[in-house]
């Protein structure tokens, strides 16, 4: 039993910005010498692909929500089974 929804595109956007905290840390402490620009792509590319993510997600869920639904509505319902008293 799942305690609580997974969510990739949440994950993947916090993936991208620990490598940018890392990429600023790694030029602030001189290891590495990159242009400020250099970071905006990287910044902008990573939203894209959380975001890419987060759709896919959501449309795996919705498609397999609506595959779920449609077999419970095909059961009987409870009441015609038999095991209810009839008055």
Same mark, same amino acid.
């Given at each position: 039993?799942? &305690?609580?929804?997974? !969510?990739?595109?949440?994950? /993947?956007?916090?993936? /991208?910005? &620990?490598?940018?905290?890392?990429?600023?840390?790694? *030029? @602030?402490?001189?290891?590495? *010498?990159?242009?400020?620009?250099? $970071? $905006?792509?990287? $910044?902008?590319?990573? &939203?894209?692909?959380?975001?890419? /993510?987060?759709?896919?997600?959501? /449309?795996?869920? !919705?498609? !397999?929500?609506? !595959?779920?639904?449609?077999?419970?509505?095909? @059961? @009987?319902?409870?009441?015609?089974?038999?095991?209810?008293?009839?008055?």
């Amino acid at each position: 039993m799942l &305690l609580h929804e997974i !969510r990739p595109g949440r994950a /993947v956007a916090g993936l /991208v910005m &620990l490598a940018l905290a890392a990429g600023y840390a790694a *030029d @602030a402490a001189g290891a590495w *010498d990159a242009p400020w620009v250099f $970071f $905006f792509p990287l $910044f902008f590319g990573g &939203l894209w692909l959380a975001t890419t /993510v987060t759709w896919v997600n959501y /449309v795996i869920r !919705r498609r !397999r929500d609506a !595959r779920r639904a449609s077999t419970e509505k095909a @059961a @009987a319902p409870a009441s015609s089974s038999g095991s209810q008293a009839m008055r």
